[in-house]
């Protein structure tokens, strides 16, 4: 089994200097309902996450709270693993405020658009088009600056937040979770009382307004402006369901998703109706990593475009020990 599979666009990648990754940290009020989303330890401290994960993609460390992002079952966030992937690959990173909570303690983009909605109950992004114009002004800065730009996402609830606009769309397959068992009926019960609020909705932006999140906004403003990168979508059916919109909207086409060994083997036919032929995936095993090992299980999947980052540094010519063996060395510095 390869490292990294699918769409061979990865032989170009071949420098760290070519490429730029960008989190796009932001909450959703979807992420609060019970038994909706595993990206922490209880529903409430969902909204924290994207705060923490961006310390630790930054930084290294939680700087906020003196606490890692983990799941109910106790298994840590993958910021941890692109954390040591990256500090391996060198490659530069950016953080932007796709609706925090609150400020994390880092340099990063500030928005200020908020936690978006829970559309099942009113409008889930207030600030829609002004949520673009901040990605439609960031694309213009860094398209041709970098050859490869990754948009990645911690945004809890989101998958179940790209299963309703999917559903909207008409495309009724259940996107992935977090947890080992996807809570499919919680997501259906919420998408059915979603769309019955709206009925039928005119456009594609009408459903990333009324069931989405700010990352989707923003990443659709980034990509309907990049000519001259290549623009990746790093995560799962996520980023698979924004890579489908941005063809949809912006009509785009020299776009990627590259994801995780873990998604493929979950949602193979979801991701190659979303994004067909335009899939890249990395192959992991953290058998040796306590903690990390339940990604082997099940757990997580995907998330702050993990998959990516350990891709991106193997194919720079680091050695998978080298990588393996930095994002233990992440992970032990937590358990101090």
């Known amino acids: 089994m390869e490292i990294v599979e699918g769409n061979n ?123 673009k114009a901040y990605g439609s002004y960031l694309g213009n800065l860094l398209d041709g600056r970098y050859k490869f730009i990754f948009l990645a996402e911690s945004v809890p609830g989101g998958t179940t937040t790209a299963h309703t606009v999917l559903s909207s769309i008409g495309i009724g397959e259940m996107t992935s ?37 700010y990352m989707m906004a923003i990443s659709l403003g980034i990509s309907s402006v990049i000519k001259k990168s290549t623009l990746f979508y790093a995560g799962g059916t996520q980023m698979a369901t924004v890579f489908y919109l941005d063809r949809l909207i912006n009509g785009n086409n020299n776009r990627y998703v590259f994801t995780t060994g873990y998604i493929m083997k979950d949602k193979d036919k979801l991701m190659r109706k979303l994004a067909g032929q335009s899939v890249l995936y990395a192959n992991m095993n953290f058998s040796g990593i306590t903690g990390l090992k339940y990604y082997d299980e099940g757990y997580v999947k995907e998330g702050t475009g993990f998959g990516a980052a350990f891709g991106i540094s193997y194919l720079l010519g680091n050695s998978t020990d080298s990588i393996y063996s930095n994002i233990k060395k992440v992970y032990r510095s937590f358990l101090k």
């Open 9 to 131: 666009v990865y032989n170009k990648i071949t420098d760290r200097h070519d490429i730029l990754y960008i989190l796009l940290g932001g909450t959703t009020r979807v992420s609060t309902i019970p038994g909706i989303s595993a990206a922490g330890a209880s529903p409430e401290l969902t909204k924290l996450t994207p705060v923490l994960d961006s310390e630790i993609i930054s930084e290294g460390k939680c700087i906020s709270y003196d606490v890692v992002p983990m799941t109910e079952e106790g298994i840590p966030t993958p910021s941890i693993i692109t954390r040591g992937a990256n500090e391996v690959s060198g490659i530069n990173t950016l953080i932007m405020d796709a609706g925090f909570i609150q400020d994390p303690a880092i340099p990063f983009i500030k928005t200020s658009l908020g936690s978006a909605g829970d559309g099942s109950k009113e409008r889930a992004l207030q600030f829609y088009e002004r949520a």
């Open 177 to 213: 979770s977090s947890m080992k068992n996807s809570p499919d009926a919680i997501k259906e019960s919420f998408t059915a009382r979603a769309l019955e609020r709206t009925g039928q909705l005119p456009g594609y932006n009408d459903s990333v307004a009324e069931f989405g999140d």
